[in-house]
């Protein structure tokens, strides 16, 4: 079974940026497309963006395109989210998923697609 687990959470002002890391252990890596998702108090889970197997495909919500950059990095076994521009309506748990069903190159948004979930870590950004 894999298991992730996130960092790279924390307080920031609008306007500025953080990145997340998520760490995968057990499984070969480059099995899982990878995904991002988050969870604002009071709403649903949504989907952030994903990134294939291999070959660097990427797929964002419209609210993120621009400003967040999904990347994933199979030596090491971590994907990332280099989150700038950042805005209080990001604040959210922010959690990441594998998904080793897809093909090499898809990017899955659905998050009933994913069979792993990291902890999450939380983001805040104030106003």
């Known amino acids: 079974q894999v298991q992730l687990v996130e960092s790279g959470g924390g307080l920031v002002q609008a306007g500025g940026s953080l990145r997340l890391s998520c760490a995968a252990s057990?499984?070969?890596?480059?099995?899982?497309?990878m995904g991002w998702f988050r969870q604002a108090p009071g709403k649903e889970r949504e989907f952030v963006a994903t990134?294939?197997?291999?070959?660097?495909?990427?797929y964002y919500a419209d609210s993120v395109k621009g400003r967040f950059t999904i990347s994933r990095d199979n030596a090491k076994n971590t994907v990332y989210l280099q989150m700038n521009n950042l805005k209080p309506e990001d604040t959210a748990v922010y959690y990441c998923?594998?998904?080793?069903?897809?093909?090499?190159?898809?990017?899955?948004?659905?998050?009933?697609?994913?069979?792993?979930w990291g902890q999450g870590t939380q983001v805040t950004v104030s106003s």
């Open positions: 998923a594998a998904d080793f069903t897809a093909s090499i190159r898809a990017t899955p948004a659905a998050g009933g697609l994913y069979d792993y």
């Open positions: 057990r499984g070969i890596f480059s099995n899982y497309a």
């Open positions: 990134i294939a197997r291999i070959g660097g495909n990427t």
